[in-house]
């Protein structure tokens, strides 16, 4: 039948199957690491409003399989990967999709399912293959995993500048940082303004912080994060990260990046350039928005929320940091100007410690004491290779673990 004969009605519907193909071969593709975690759900989130331009090829988890194989039905990914094997007997995932098991799962997720943007959401030290993976593979790297440039940051750049890879951070401060440096000669920069929150005890004592809970360090009075980054932003280890992170995102020193306390969360980073001008980014505390920027990356995707109330944002605020009371974010120059092995040792210390903490195994007063002299101890090495840093990972951890108080605190 030639197409003048064919009935009226049918043209619309083949139109419309034409235009989903073409949506399909134009869709950005989407991999989220750490699918099942709150950077990762949120990430689902943004991508399920989102289905005319970008699609969902892969998912991962450690051991969620069940909330895994929940995001799998939504969203038909091409393969998952579920870190911890065991849990694999759990998956019911539709039919055709691959997955691949074992922290090497990852690994061969990255490498087997094409994809334009990988969104790095696994927490610590676990998420440094596969962003190394990521960044080997050449699309844009929207890099939550903060400890992957922690321990690894002259590899994620080396990876990244031989594939043509972009790295975009999604943390929040360093998505803000990111977004006012864009189109700046680097020239022009005299230095970086990290903003904390201050966490659930800002304007504590040292004394009173020696009793501090895991329910009490779990409450963060601004964000819904894991568990992990939690704790982090209440000993202020996480700003002591980012500084790091930013060090080695932005190659200054951090002679040149100051974190001011902003109990608002509202500005989520400035940048102050050589002419005395300050840039900042300013929205609602909410991670979509990071996450956003990079699925649009170098573009931006519209969101659909209300603009901004700027006449209903609460009042900003800033104050300088305590670090008598909260002394982890001193650890973060230390480490960013040391380099070399220090941040495996800073992250592993640290990721033993929050997990004994949470277990009710240390004091909360006592996680820089702990991270402190596993740092006192590093035996440095400038620009390790990636076995060097996982085994000292390994070993910092066995230490940092036999140095716990053999008694719940
Ligand atoms: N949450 C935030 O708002 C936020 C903001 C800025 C930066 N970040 C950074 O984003 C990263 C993720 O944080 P999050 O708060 O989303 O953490 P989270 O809620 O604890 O989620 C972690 C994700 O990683 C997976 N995972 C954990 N251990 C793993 C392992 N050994 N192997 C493979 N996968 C593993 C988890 O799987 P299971 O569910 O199976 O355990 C989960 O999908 C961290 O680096 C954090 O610093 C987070």
């Known amino acids: 039948m030639d197409d003048s004969k064919r009935p009226r009605v049918a043209r619309p519907r083949r139109r419309a199957r034409r235009t989903a193909r073409l949506r399909a071969i134009m869709a950005r593709r989407v991999l989220v690491l750490g699918s099942t975690g709150s950077v990762g ?25 069940q909330r895994l194989s929940e995001q799998a039905r939504a969203f038909v990914p091409e393969a998952v990967a579920l870190a911890d094997a065991a849990h694999a007997a759990e998956l019911q995932l539709p039919a055709g999709c691959r997955v691949f098991t074992g922290p090497e799962g990852l690994v061969q997720l990255v490498e087997h399912v094409a994809a334009d943007v990988v969104i790095c959401g696994i927490t610590g030290a676990a998420g440094l293959r596969s962003t190394l993976a990521a960044c080997a593979g050449g699309g844009v790297v929207g890099l939550a995993n903060k400890e992957s440039l922690v321990l690894a940051g002259h590899l994620v750049r080396a990876a990244c500048r031989r594939s043509g890879a972009r790295l975009v951070p999604v943390d929040s401060e360093h998505s803000a940082l990111a977004q006012c440096l864009q189109g700046h000669d680097p020239a022009h920069v005299r230095r970086l303004v990290l903003t904390a929150s201050g966490g659930p005890f800002r304007g504590w004592s040292a004394e009173r912080l020696g009793g501090v809970t895991p329910a009490q360090a779990l409450r963060h009075p601004s964000w819904d994060m894991g568990p992990r980054i939690t704790v982090d932003s209440a000993t202020l280890m996480n700003k002591a990260l980012e500084i790091v992170e930013a060090c080695r995102l932005f190659d200054l020193p951090p002679e040149r990046i100051s974190v001011v306390v902003h109990p608002q969360s509202v500005i989520h980073s400035m940048v102050e350039f050589t002419d005395g001008a300050v840039l900042a980014q300013l929205s609602p505390p909410d991670m979509r928005l990071p996450i956003r920027w990079a699925l649009g990356y170098p573009g931006r995707v519209p969101s659909g929320a209300p603009p901004v109330n700027l006449a209903r944002l609460p009042g900003l605020s800033f104050e300088e940091p305590d670090t008598t009371a909260f002394p982890c974010l001193l650890l973060g120059p230390r480490v960013a100007r040391a380099g070399g092995l220090t941040g495996t040792v800073l992250n592993a210390a640290n990721e033993v410690a929050v997990e004994a903490f949470l277990a009710g195994r240390l004091p909360f007063t006592s996680i820089h004491g702990l991270v402190a002299d596993a740092l006192d101890r590093c035996d440095n090495v400038a620009e390790p290779d990636l076995e060097l840093i996982e085994e000292t990972d390994r070993r910092v951890r066995r230490e940092a673990a036999a140095c716990l108080p053999q008694t719940a605190s």
């Open 41 to 65: 759900r949120q990430s689902l989130d943004v991508l399920a409003g989102l289905r005319d331009s970008h699609v969902v090829v892969g998912l991962s988890a450690a051991r969620s399989a």
